[in-house]
């Protein structure tokens, strides 16, 4: 039998927050990840919560959740099941059983398992009681009880007890993971420093729940995860909501281009515009529309002014921005549209992901309306190729939109901060005053891209607009002969940013049996998989499209040296059909999922397996 203080040594484990939707697991989740992330873990997380402002009480609709994994090696994804499972009520135990591994640790707050509760939950029987969790190292601690009595001479009310609560459960984690309580103590001093109450019921709750850890008798063993070999570096856990703005400032700094962003809030994009207000010393002006309409106009409109004209958006947003995406086309100015996919159609599910947006990026506008696309695959990277997008808007003069998903919005990793002076230049090609060749469509002969020249600019006076104009001159035209020019100039231009692409990377062998497409955010689930079969001896490869208009120069290369291909989508099938377009002679498999809900390791490799055998 294991005795008490026995440490068991991961090499990596997943643990899970639920509980109600105002338990406060998102912030006991985040203070632990940070935690891990100063101890030297690398790590992913994913929060998963409710769309309903206030669920009822206690009901599984309103459970709140936060998962993360991290580990002594590189992450990839947060991981599938769960190690150790922490349920503040009965509803949240219901809910997430499920993704517990056998013999998983489960720490849960018996004062809420009430008889009402209990019911409420769907439960027939108290399942602390009737034996159901018997494969399971069950804590079981009146949590909310404990932590009543800790703050009972501190004069608070109940309230604020039993919101603390969290920070009890939090201390017992700390004591578990054998984690050092003075980031936490010091992040509640910070965020409460003009309540000095508020900082001591919780300071006091995380104490009294790390010292349950120590004395109680129902924990007989303490886990320790080593620090992982990362690249020296300043590091922080970063969502990919504000990589995202962050890379959108960082391509404003390097191009000398002022960055404006005009948009209207959406689940799950509105991070992006609150990380973005907060940056004004850097130059960033951000512009808070009516609605989603105003704000593509307004970023339009700021760069037929000289700026780096951005708007963020989900889904239905992009719905309604498609009319003014194609004004930025057909003027040809540059503009980036970050779409936070969602699962859809409609209003959908609108905290939930989904790759469902591909087809709207592509195609959704009226007439011959081509754009860049580029689609980001992990929370960090949302900082580089947000940085892209900005850069090939700028240097290609054309709208690019960049797909990333609330997986990647949400969710968080490691994120080793650049240098801004080692990112690749940004050189947008502005008119020079008082040039006498300047005309508003005159073009590079190498790249199609006309100049760009701000109004005001002297001897630059132009006109640009909704209506179809001649090349070179920009006058208004319907001449049949002109527009059949001007769609193939502008399909041309976007066609040509091919050749200032990087090459499609392929992680294992050239060759072989089966190859995995993925795009976006998929990549660390495919990535596992893939190497979960590299590692048994399988001859399996894979790809991650991350440029999805125009692909890569060498993807027909690529994708001719397999003898299968499985194309992996949280979707029905739309980039295997975009790919079916382009290649069609080329045979594919699909594997798809839609149901609000990352790809799992496990079920990949299930289904890689069962096509190696057909």
């Not at 980036?336 to 996919?341: M, S, W």
């Not at 959908?348 to 009226?366: C, H, I, V, W, Y």
């Not at 890569?552 to 790919?579: D, H, M």
């Not at 290649?583 to 594919?588: A, N, R």
Request: glycine content about 8%; aromatic content about 8%.
């Amino acid at each position: 039998m294991v005795q008490k203080n026995a440490v068991r040594e991961l090499e990596d484990v997943v643990v899970k927050f639920v509980g109600d939707s105002g338990d406060g697991m998102q912030l006991t989740g985040t203070l632990f990840s940070d935690v891990a992330a100063l101890a030297g873990n690398d790590l992913a997380t994913f929060p998963d919560f409710p769309a309903e402002i206030r669920a009822p009480h206690n009901t599984i609709a309103g459970v709140s959740g936060f998962q993360m994994h991290m580990g002594k090696r590189k992450i990839y994804t947060p991981g599938d099941m769960c190690d150790v499972l922490v349920a503040m009520n009965p509803a949240s135990l219901k809910a997430n059983l499920k993704w517990a591994k056998p013999g998983a640790t489960l720490v849960i707050d018996s004062s809420t398992f009430d008889e009402k509760a209990i019911e409420k939950a769907g439960y027939t029987e108290n399942p602390l009681d009737d034996g159901s969790l018997a494969g399971y190292q069950v804590i079981s601690a009146p949590v909310t009880d404990l932590t009543k009595e800790a703050l009972s001479e501190l004069g608070v009310d109940k309230r604020i007890a039993e919101r603390t609560k969290n920070m009890f459960v939090l201390g017992m984690l700390f004591y578990l993971f054998e984690r050092d309580l003075e980031l936490p103590l010091n992040f509640i001093g910070k965020k409460f420093k003009d309540k000095p109450k508020v900082i001591n019921a919780n300071q006091t709750a995380l104490k009294a729940g790390y010292n349950f850890g120590e004395t109680t008798e129902t924990i007989s063993e303490t886990f320790r995860v080593e620090p992982a070999p990362l690249e020296k570096g300043l590091y922080r856990n970063i969502t990919g909501n504000v990589a995202t703005a962050w890379g959108l400032l960082a391509a404003s700094e390097r191009s000398g281009r002022t960055l404006f962003l005009g948009s209207y809030p959406i689940t799950p994009a509105t991070e992006i515009l609150m990380e973005l207000s907060k940056h004004k010393s850097l130059g960033a002006k951000v512009f808070q529309a009516e609605d989603e309409i105003a704000g593509i106009c307004s970023a339009i409109g700021a760069s037929f002014g000289g700026l780096m004209g951005v708007t963020t958006t989900s889904g239905p947003g992009l719905s309604l921005k498609s009319e003014a995406l194609g004004l930025a086309v057909i003027t040809e100015l540059p503009l980036v549209i970050v779409n936070v996919q969602r699962a859809g159609p409609s209003t959908g599910m609108p905290t939930k992901s989904e790759q469902s947006d591909l087809m709207q990026a592509l195609f959704g506008r009226n007439g011959e309306s081509p754009l860049m696309v580029l689609a980001s695959s992990s929370p960090a990277n949302c900082f580089y190729y947000a940085y892209l997008a900005s850069k090939y808007a700028m240097e290609h003069m054309c709208p690019v939109i960049l797909l990333t998903d609330g997986y990647l919005g949400f969710g968080s990793e490691l994120f080793r901060i650049p240098d801004v002076s080692d990112l690749p230049a940004i050189k947008p090609p502005m008119a020079d005053p008082n040039d006498p060749k300047y005309k508003p469509y005159r073009r590079d002969e190498k790249t199609l891209v006309r100049k760009w020249a701000a109004p005001g600019v002297e001897g630059l006076r132009h006109r640009v607009g909704g209506l179809e104009k001649t090349n070179i001159d920009g006058n208004v035209s319907t001449d049949p002969l002109n527009h059949q020019l001007m769609v193939n100039i502008r399909e041309e231009k976007i066609a040509r940013i091919a050749d200032y692409l990087p090459l499609l990377e392929v992680n294992g062998e050239q060759e072989g049996d089966l190859l995995v497409v993925g795009w976006g955010g998929t990549e660390g689930a495919l990535t596992s998989a893939v190497n979960r079969m590299q590692d048994e001896g399988h001859s399996v490869s894979h790809v991650q499209f991350n440029f999805i208009k125009p692909l890569p120069r060498n993807t027909r290369e690529v994708l001719s040296g397999f003898k299968k291909i499985v194309v992996c989508e949280l979707n029905n099938g739309q980039f295997v059909n975009y790919l079916r377009m382009i290649f069609p002679e080329i045979p594919y498999y699909q594997f798809n999922k839609v149901q609000g809900l990352p790809f799992h390791v496990q079920e990949l490799t299930d289904e890689f397996t069962k096509i190696l055998e057909e």
